[in-house]
């Protein structure tokens, strides 16, 4: 079965569908310099590594949403990132940085800071909404907004920073918006972001498949790397929003995730071994 469908949307002026390729090739010798095996060893089978960048949204003052179970979405994340993070430790050549491993305060510009320089951010996040009816489960990655909802997911998420301040620096977020790389980086970023949607699909079939959305994420926006944000679920529906404060629910949900995040590894193997050998070269 097909995955959510998207469309990339590039910022306006940003140049983009002519730099794709260009980028593409940047993108290739980014990165971190990793250790690899010699040539012609069994090892050249194995994936490279992969440094995953957990995100568990919200904590300290800000609590995030609260919805009908009233457990603040700031513990909920934490719950399902941890659960994420001992999922991929189990896989051979994978790490994980976290953001935050306790309830404590984290702002949007220092998030994406955090564990660099790494191959993947993911940020987790729980919706929520004025009205108990909408359900389901989204994926982003930075962009304009794809439509009024996410343009409003964006901006409610984006008003819990502790210190605002990186957002107000606009003559800094138009020069990574012009870069090249940034390109490369947003298109990578939307081959993660339906991966795991597409693995949260599978790992819970009866929740709503919201799709892959785009908007302007304050954490999305000032990632080197490519990076998504989940929006796991509605907090305020009534079904949903108790799902949510339930374990073996979050485990099924960090399952989806994983298979995410290893779909993506599998098919940027080969991106990320030529990085690793043209740095063995010089
Ligand atoms: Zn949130």
Same mark, same amino acid.
């Given at each position: 079965?097909?995955?959510?469908?998207?469309?990339?949307?590039?910022?306006?002026?940003?140049?983009?569908?002519?730099?794709?390729?260009?980028?593409?090739?940047?993108?290739?010798?980014?990165?971190?310099?990793?250790?690899?095996?010699?040539?012609?060893? #069994?090892?050249?089978?194995?994936?490279?590594?992969?440094?995953?960048?957990?995100?568990?949204? $919200?904590?300290?003052?800000?609590?995030?949403?609260?919805?009908?179970?009233?457990?603040?979405?700031?513990?909920?994340?934490?719950?399902?990132?941890?659960?994420?993070?001992?999922?991929?430790?189990?896989?051979?050549?994978?790490?994980?940085?976290?953001?935050?491993?306790?309830?404590?305060?984290?702002?949007?510009?220092?998030?994406?800071?955090?564990?660099?320089?790494?191959?993947?951010?993911?940020?987790?996040?729980?919706?929520?909404?004025?009205?108990?009816?909408? *359900?389901?489960?989204? %994926?982003?990655?930075?962009? #304009?907004?794809?439509?009024?909802?996410?343009?409003?997911?964006?901006?409610?998420?984006?008003?819990?920073?502790?210190?605002?301040?990186?957002?107000?620096?606009?003559?800094?977020?138009?020069?990574?918006?012009?870069?090249?790389?940034?390109?490369?980086?947003?298109? *990578?970023?939307?081959?993660?972001?339906?991966?795991?949607?597409?693995?949260?699909?599978?790992?819970? #079939?009866?929740?709503?498949?919201?799709?892959?959305?785009?908007?302007?994420?304050?954490?999305?926006?000032?990632?080197?790397?490519?990076?998504?944000?989940?929006?796991?679920?509605?907090?305020? $529906?009534?079904?949903?929003?108790? *799902?949510?404060?339930?374990?073996?629910?979050?485990?099924?949900?960090?399952?989806?995730?994983?298979?995410?995040?290893?779909?993506?590894?599998?098919? %940027?193997?080969?991106?990320?071994?030529?990085?690793?050998?043209?740095?063995?070269?010089?």
């Amino acid at each position: 079965m097909n995955g959510p469908r998207f469309r990339v949307r590039f910022p306006a002026g940003s140049g983009a569908p002519r730099l794709v390729l260009l980028a593409g090739c940047l993108l290739a010798g980014a990165g971190r310099l990793v250790q690899a095996s010699p040539a012609g060893s #069994p090892a050249d089978t194995a994936l490279p590594p992969l440094r995953v960048v957990l995100d568990p949204g $919200h904590g300290g003052l800000s609590n995030g949403a609260v919805g009908v179970a009233g457990v603040p979405e700031k513990r909920l994340t934490l719950q399902l990132a941890l659960g994420v993070r001992d999922l991929l430790l189990r896989e051979a050549g994978v790490e994980v940085v976290m953001t935050r491993d306790q309830d404590v305060d984290l702002d949007l510009g220092q998030r994406p800071r955090v564990g660099q320089p790494a191959d993947v951010f993911v940020s987790l996040h729980m919706n929520a909404a004025p009205s108990p009816q909408p *359900r389901g489960i989204e %994926t982003y990655f930075f962009g #304009p907004a794809s439509d009024p909802g996410a343009f409003q997911v964006a901006e409610r998420e984006n008003a819990e920073a502790v210190d605002p301040g990186p957002l107000a620096d606009d003559s800094d977020v138009a020069e990574i918006l012009a870069d090249l790389w940034r390109v490369g980086v947003q298109m *990578r970023s939307a081959q993660l972001a339906q991966e795991v949607q597409q693995g949260l699909a599978q790992a819970v #079939p009866g929740a709503v498949n919201r799709g892959v959305r785009q908007a302007n994420f304050a954490v999305l926006r000032l990632s080197p790397i490519p990076a998504i944000v989940v929006e796991a679920g509605f907090l305020t $529906h009534p079904q949903e929003g108790k *799902r949510l404060a339930d374990p073996a629910y979050l485990d099924r949900l960090a399952r989806g995730i994983v298979q995410g995040i290893l779909r993506y590894a599998r098919a %940027t193997a080969r991106e990320r071994q030529a990085m690793v050998t043209g740095r063995q070269v010089h």
